[in-house]
Nanobody
Framework: QVQLVESGGGLVQPGESLRLSCTAS????????MKWYRQAPGKQRELVAS???????NYADSVMGRFTISRDNAKNTVLLQMNSLKPDDTGVYFC?????????WGQGTQVTVSS
């Protein structure tokens, strides 16, 4: 049974930081591109950041320079360090394991940035 479990969300003020974690089980973690998506109320889910097994990364323009994605293949974990958070970063953040044949999703963790 495949599981992706996110944690680390919460309520913060603008300018503060959060670190999201996603731990996978039931898959060969190193074979998957790991991605973070977010979905704000009333908006479509958008790709925030991705990381390949070898460590190459991509970011949405809106988070470039503020967010950092990393992974530990030995621990089946992908992290998203979010700095200088803005109200527009508010949403539910989802972890995705993107494989050649199929992909898997976590249940999401809420991030709220508000003063």
């Amino acid at each position: 049974q495949v599981q992706l479990v996110e944690s680390g969300g919460g309520l913060v003020q603008p300018g503060e930081s959060l670190r999201l974690s996603c731990t996978a089980s039931g898959i060969i973690f190193s074979m998957y591109i790991m991605k973070w998506y977010r979905q704000a109320p009333g908006k479509q889910r958008e790709l925030v950041a991705s990381i390949r097994s070898g460590g190459s990364t991509n970011y949405a323009d809106s988070v470039m320079g503020r967010f950092t994605i990393s992974r530990d293949n030995a621990k089946n974990t992908v992290l998203l360090q979010m700095n200088s958070l803005k109200p527009d970063d508010t949403g539910v953040y989802f972890c995705q394991a993107d494989g050649t044949r199929r992909d898997y999703w976590g249940q999401g963790t809420q991030v709220t940035v508000s003063s």
